[in-house]
Structure formats: structure tokens, C-alpha cells
């Protein structure tokens, strides 16, 4: 009974104590309402990334010259009677914030001027246009360049011209230039971009390069030049002097459509895999040389579907309705497992040597030649009872 007592004592108190400690907080926790507004916690633009400005001018000015690494914006539009802007040190980034660069038309200045031999140079997000020249130089041995959402459009020159090497040029639209719209040298990247009625190629770019999901339409020359790079997911429609020319190169999932004057795709010791080329007005929709074709489609071109030579391998390809025939093949080449419908001229012409033509498939136009035509030292069965390597005709 003692013990019950003395455990009921020992609770109340401890109650009792809880009490005591619950009121002095509540006392000493003072009042709810704040004491003043709250102050500001987000840091600015100028602490995260000190920035200069680069002042906005309707009237012509002189260049801007930057000889300080750091970060600049433009703070509106602005109208140049030289160079634009001319970056002579490493390590800059210039914003131009959604506005213009505009030139004069006359001498040979750049929008943007890089110097010689320079590292890590960003121009983005705005327009250039109208300059004598280039709408962004960058001078022979830059390296590391970033141009990214830029429109380059009505310069004298190109629209973007990087020499050096390992730039990204991203986002970027060029169109009316007298020169070429995008141009870069060595192990570089151009992806997402377009490239509309300049006055040279499209876009072109040298060993090493990347061009990734671009359009380049309408151009005076070739729509895509590069050379042993990769082009992949890219269009080139309607260029003067052919669709996409890709020597020593891999060209993946393009699409050339109705080029004049040179081939939809041309590569030597090139591959190309899984393209389309069609209403091409030159000699053939793809030009092989050297080179391996797979799983690509060419029909309805003025010249071959697909014209091959010199040792190369064409398989599981689709030519169909081109006007002088499916495929055309010279030495040595193997032809193999593919599809050829009513074309004008023979389905499949060997007109050389030492190549291996089986398992194709040949539906010929009315008025077409013939399916098959065999014009020298080759093999291409046609007899249904080799059944492992005949060429069928229906």
C-alpha cells in the first residue's frame, strides 16, 4: 500500500515539474508577430557571375574590345561600324541577351571578332547579322569555343567561321550569308542547328567532327560537307551541288531530298547506314566509293538509286522507281539481300568486274531494260535452283 503511495507522489510530481518547464518556454519564446519584414536570401546575377556590361547603341560605334577575362552582356541593341566585338584574352563568355548585333556592310569586319590563338571563348543567346565579314570569327589556333543560340544571318562572309579546334556550336541558326552558314575546323561539334540559303555549303566541317540533328536546306552549294567525321539525324533538301558529302566518314539516319548537281549522299571509304536519299537530280541518290551502304533507301531519283564502286558492300538496301536504274555497281563490290522495284533502267547493272551480287530481289519497270545486267567477270546467280545465293526477278 506504501509502495502504490509513493509511486502515485513520484507522478504527480513529475507532472508537476513538466508544467513548470512547459510555461517558460512558452514565456520565454516571446511574441508570434515578426519584428520586421524578412531580408533577402537570393544572391544577384553580378555575385553568382560578376558581369560587365556591353552598352546598347542605335548609332554606329566602335568595337568593344575585351581584354579582361571574365563575363559580359549586352545590355541592348546595338549597331557596329567596324568589328562588333572583339575578344583578345582567354576565358570569356559574352551574353548578348536576346538582342542584336547589327554592322554596316562595309569594310571586312566581324560581329564577333575572336583573336588568334585563344581558349574557352562562350558567345550566346542572340542575333548577328549584316556584318562585312563573318558574323563570328574565330582566327586560326582558338580552342574550346562555345556558340550557342546564335542567329548569324545576311553577313557578307560566313555566319559562324571557328578556326582552331574542340568548339561546340549548339542551337545556332544561320541563313542568307554569302559564304558559308556554319564552318569549323578540327574535332568539333555542331548539333541542333540550321543552315538556310547561304551562298557556300550549308554547314562544313573538318576531321574529327560531330554534326548531330541538323537542317541544312536551300544552300548554294552542298547542304553538309564534312570530312572523316560522323553526321547524324540531319536533313539536306533542295541544295545546289548535292545533299550531304561525307568522305571518310559514318552518316546515320539522314534524309537528302531532291539535291541538284551532286549526289543525295556521296561517300568514299565512307559508311552509311540506314538513310534516305530520294528526288535527287544527279547521277545517283548515294555515291559509294570504297565504302559500305546498309540498310538505306533510294528511290525516285533522276540518276541510280545507288552507285557503287571499288570494293564497296552494299546490303539490305531499298532502291526502288529512280530513272536509270535500282543499283549500279563497278569493281569488286558486293551486293547483297537487297530490294529493287520498278526502276527505268536494269534493276542491278555490273558493269565491271570481280563483283559478288546475291540474294537480291528485282521487280522491273515496263519499261525498263531488264532486271539484271551482268557486263564483265562477276557473280550473280539467277538460276531459282542455286536457292542459297540466286538473285530473283518477278
Known amino acids: 500500500m506504501r509502495t502504490r503511495q509513493r509511486t502515485t507522489n513520484l507522478t504527480i510530481g513529475l507532472f508537476a515539474v513538466a508544467a513548470v518547464l512547459i510555461v517558460q518556454l512558452i514565456v520565454n519564446a516571446g511574441g508570434l508577430e515578426p519584428s520586421g519584414p524578412p531580408g533577402p536570401t537570393m544572391k544577384t546575377i553580378d555575385q553568382v557571375e560578376p558581369r560587365t556590361p556591353i552598352p546598347g547603341s542605335s548609332a554606329p560605334e566602335f568595337p568593344f574590345v575585351i581584354t579582361e577575362s571574365g563575363s559580359y552582356y549586352l545590355t541592348g541593341n546595338r549597331a557596329a561600324k567596324a568589328h562588333g566585338i572583339i575578344v583578345e584574352v582567354d576565358n570569356v563568355t559574352i551574353d548578348l541577351m536576346g538582342h542584336c548585333l547589327t554592322g554596316s556592310g562595309a569594310g571586312s569586319n566581324d560581329g564577333v571578332h575572336i583573336n588568334e590563338g585563344l581558349h574557352n571563348v562562350t558567345v550566346r543567346n542572340g542575333t548577328i547579322n549584316d556584318f562585312s565579314n563573318c558574323g563570328i570569327l574565330a582566327e586560326p589556333n582558338n580552342v574550346g569555343h562555345s556558340i550557342i543560340d546564335i542567329r548569324a544571318s545576311s553577313n557578307n562572309g560566313s555566319g559562324i567561321y571557328l578556326g582552331g579546334t574542340t568548339h561546340v556550336i549548339k542551337g545556332c541558326g544561320t541563313g542568307n550569308n554569302e559564304d558559308k552558314g556554319i564552318y569549323t575546323e578540327k574535332s568539333s561539334r555542331i548539333s541542333d542547328c540550321t543552315a538556310t540559303s547561304n551562298g557556300n555549303d550549308g554547314i562544313s566541317a573538318d576531321e574529327g567532327s560531330m554534326i548531330v540533328n541538323c537542317v541544312a536546306n536551300n544552300n548554294d552549294a552542298r547542304g553538309i560537307d564534312v570530312d572523316s567525321s560522323s553526321v547524324a539525324n540531319c536533313v ?18 539522314c534524309c537528302a531530298y531532291s539535291n541538284d548537281g551532286g549526289s543525295g549522299i556521296y561517300g568514299e571509304n565512307s559508311t552509311i547506314q540506314a538513310c534516305v536519299a530520294r528526288a535527287n537530280t544527279y547521277t545517283a541518290g548515294i555515291n559509294a566509293h570504297y565504302s559500305t551502304v546498309v540498310a538505306t533507301t533510294a528511290n525516285e ?16 538496301c531499298t532502291a526502288d522507281k529512280n530513272d536509270s536504274g535500282g543499283i549500279q555497281a563497278g569493281y569488286g563490290c558486293r551486293i547483297e539481300s537487297c530490294n529493287l522495284y520498278y526502276n527505268t533502267g536494269y534493276g542491278m547493272w555490273l558493269n565491271q568486274d570481280d563483283t559478288y551480287a546475291i540474294k537480291n530481289s528485282c521487280k522491273k519497270d515496263p519499261a525498263a531494260i531488264a532486271n539484271f545486267y551482268n557486263g564483265g567477270a562477276n557473280y550473280m546467280p539467277t538460276d531459282v535452283a542455286d536457292t542459297d545465293n540466286a538473285n530473283y526477278a518477278f
Open 236 to 253: 539536306a533538301n533542295h541544295n545546289q551541288t548535292g545533299g550531304i558529302r561525307a568522305p571518310g566518314s559514318t552518316v546515320i539516319g
Open 301 to 316: 531519283n533522276d540518276g541510280y538509286g545507288i552507285q557503287a564502286s571499288y570494293g564497296s558492300n552494299i546490303t539490305n
